[in-house]
């Protein structure tokens, strides 16, 4: 049998839960599904996007783009309009690339979070 691998989940690094929590349900629009000092969870359809302080287990972290996390958004407007409401910086500019419009900006932990929208012809 071979090995089979599935993406279920995948964590950032934080420095302020309280603030990464907040920042994450402006941005999505969801509220937290578990929400705890260490360790918190947004449930989606088929993936969790969890985030992980390590000052709380006392585990060094080296502080960088360790995950980078890629939405695909079905409006790019809407998701630039939130960017702005949410006045964090845009470390990729809008950039089609193949069927795509791309772009990364930082969230309130200056973490880099890409998003993409495909576009149809």
Same mark, same amino acid.
């Given at each position: !049998?071979?090995?089979? /691998?599935?993406?279920?989940? !995948?964590?950032?690094?934080? $420095?302020? /839960?309280? #603030? ?5 349900? =402006? &941005?999505?629009?969801? *509220?937290?599904?578990? #929400? ?11 993936? #969790? ?9 006392? +585990? #060094? ?14 409006? /790019?407007? &809407?998701?630039? $309009? ?18 795509? =419009?791309? &772009? +990364?900006? $930082?969230?309130? +932990? ?7 929208? *495909?576009?149809?012809?």
């Amino acid at each position: !049998m071979p090995l089979k /691998m599935i993406l279920n989940s !995948m964590y950032i690094c934080v $420095k302020d /839960m309280d #603030r990464a929590i907040n920042f994450y349900e =402006l &941005l999505l629009d969801q *509220k937290v599904s578990e #929400r705890d000092s260490v360790f918190s969870i947004f449930n989606f359809e088929h993936n #969790r996007l969890c985030l992980f302080n390590p000052s709380k287990v006392n +585990e #060094r972290h080296i502080w960088g783009n360790n995950c980078l996390p890629s939405f695909q958004v079905n409006n /790019m407007e &809407l998701l630039l $309009k939130r960017i702005n409401e949410l006045s964090v910086p845009i470390g990729f500019p809008l950039t089609k690339i193949g069927e795509s =419009l791309v &772009l +990364e900006f $930082k969230d309130s +932990e200056g973490n880099d979070i890409e998003a993409y929208c *495909k576009q149809t012809n």
